[in-house]
Nanobody, 131 residues
Framework: QVELVESGGGLVEAGGSLRISCQPS?????MAWWRQVPGKEREGIAA????????FYHDSVKGRFTVSRDDATNTLHLQMDKLQPEDTGVYYC???????????????????????????WGQGTQVTVSS
């Protein structure tokens, strides 16, 4: 059982920035950021591939958000810039037991994350962007 603890959410004005982080209880090769905004289903927004430099980004955050991983601490980060009110929601960190869900070739091919592949979830951190 991998426990994931998110931190860094909060309130920010439109155009501002926030950085959220996820600390796993043990190393997981396949980790990703998801979010659920009001009225919508949870969606995968960012993930580093398990090998190489490939990173997946949902179209809605591409060019504004940057996912990174600190290999020394196993911490997953999400730098969020140019935040907009539509980014308001709960942001979740998730980890998968099977690394294929973060395979670079599959991420490039399908251009989405598969929620069924992620076995462990954090409690979520609220991000609120005011207009």
């Amino acid at each position: 059982q991998v426990e994931l603890v998110e931190s860094g959410g909060g309130l920010v004005e439109a155009g501002g920035s926030l950085r959220i982080s996820c600390q796993p209880s043990e190393r997981s090769e396949c980790m990703a950021w998801w979010r659920q905004v009001p009225g919508k289903e949870r969606e995968g927004i960012a993930a580093p591939a398990t090998a190489g430099d490939t990173k997946f980004y949902h179209d809605s955050v591409k060019g504004r958000f940057t996912v990174s991983r600190d290999d020394a601490t196993n911490t997953l980060h999400l730098q969020m810039d140019k935040l907009q009110p539509e980014d308001t929601g709960v942001y979740y960190c998730a980890a998968a037991r099977i690394n294929i869900y973060c395979d670079a070739s599959l991420l490039r091919m399908y251009r989405r994350l598969s929620e069924k592949g992620f076995d462990y979830w954090g409690q979520g951190t609220q991000v609120t962007v005011s207009s």
